[in-house]
């Protein structure tokens, strides 16, 4: 017969052994646990860093400086900057890859990489998560030359039937800048053929230009106006928008005629008006502050007509076709250079343009 102190002697060992194999058991599981949970913060740095370090990369691309004269200001090489974001921050480099061109205005080609890092600010100050993203992109300074007030590669000429023709005022042609100490003074007028009769317009700046061929005017205007029309350009509307007074202003790209202005109505508008056919003006009163592209003619038909910026008309000489001449015509016309409305509404043009397919997911160093 065995023993009472045996038993005892034996259950002891066991209970302990059983006790410690719950516990590796357990400890087991909470380090697998703690494992797992670490996997999951791990892969969801992974994906906050790289959401961190896209939205730098697209923050430095959208902005644009602007100087005194609202030039947009191209970066230097090596520029760098420090986007802070929800969650983290960014380092940002703009590296140089080809200069165009001495002139500061002229493009450049970047390659920009954005670093973002994972914070967490119980965790103290170091980053969780680090990653480097690129992409290549071309700088423009989204600037076109300042030929003239206006420039009519089409000529123009006075209306016979309108009030104009023989009043004793009839506005007024501006070539002085109007935004001062920025640009000097240009034509108030720039036109191919004869120059017009602009008795009883007052007159400002460099004298009338005449005599150009239509072909060779518009190529002047150093517009490429079969890549603009052609899908060069992203416009934010296709048709004439007015009393749209956001920032920055709005490209409006028409293809066809078009109209600027309702009948009897009064209409205010500003930006990039581009018009593939030919424009009509019309109305009781309009007033446009920044640039007005038309690739036919423009007819001057409003009672009251101003323009504050540049104005072109002809561009369609640049493809080859015969474009008739525009009219000036109305009750007052008024076109006023002024190289802030001009740059202005060109700013949706400045900036970074990213290159097609060169977006790179892991850019190791430079």
């Known amino acids: ?23 590796i058991i357990l400890s087991g599981a909470l380090v697998q646990v703690e494992v797992d949970r670490r996997v999951a913060e791990s892969s969801a740095d992974e994906v906050d860093v790289v959401a961190l370090a896209q939205g730098g990369l697209q923050t430095y691309l959208a902005t644009t400086n602007l100087d005194g004269c609202y030039r947009a200001l191209r970066p230097a090489d090596r520029d760098s900057v420090r986007i802070n974001l929800t969650g983290g921050y960014a380092d940002v480099v703009a590296h140089v890859t080809k200069r165009w061109s001495v002139d500061t205005l002229a493009p450049w080609s970047y390659v920009v ?66 935004a001062p100490s920025c640009r000097a003074a240009v034509p108030r007028l720039r036109v191919a053929g004869a120059v017009p009769d602009l008795s009883y317009y007052n007159v400002d700046g460099n004298s009338p230009v005449g005599g150009y061929t239509s072909v060779n005017l518009a190529n002047a205007t150093n517009i490429d106006w079969a890549k603009t029309i052609g899908g060069g350009l992203v416009p934010d509307y296709n048709y004439v928008r007015t009393w749209d007074f956001s920032y920055p202003p709005p490209t409006m790209l028409v293809q066809g005629n078009a109209t600027l202005g309702s009948a009897g109505g009064y209409d205010y508008g500003w930006g990039l008006l581009i018009v593939t056919g030919n424009l009509r003006v ?28 540049m104005v072109v008309s002809g561009l369609n000489a640049q493809l080859g076709q015969v474009v008739p001449q525009g009219t000036i015509g109305g009750d007052i016309l008024d076109i006023d250079y002024d190289s802030m409305y001009l740059r202005l509404a060109l700013l949706s043009l400045a900036g970074f343009g990213p290159i097609s397919n060169t977006w790179v997911e892991n850019w190791a160093s430079y």
């Open 282 to 309: 019309l109305g009781a009163f309009v007033q446009w502050w920044g640039v007005v592209l038309v690739g036919g003619k423009i007819d001057f038909d409003a009672n009251e007509q101003y323009f504050d910026g």
């Open 113 to 178: 990489r954005s670093t973002g890092r994972v914070i967490e600010p119980t965790m103290g100050a170091d980053p969780r998560a680090a990653r480097t993203v690129a992409q290549y992109a071309d700088w423009s300074s989204g600037w076109m030359d300042g030929l003239a007030a206006f420039v009519a590669a089409n000529g123009v000429v006075r209306s016979p039937t309108g009030y104009c023709f023989g009043a004793a005022y009839c506005g007024e042609f501006r070539g002085g800048d109007q």
């Open 1 to 23: 017969m065995k023993s009472r102190h045996s038993e005892q002697g034996f259950a002891l060992p066991l209970t302990l052994f059983v006790v410690a194999l719950v516990t």
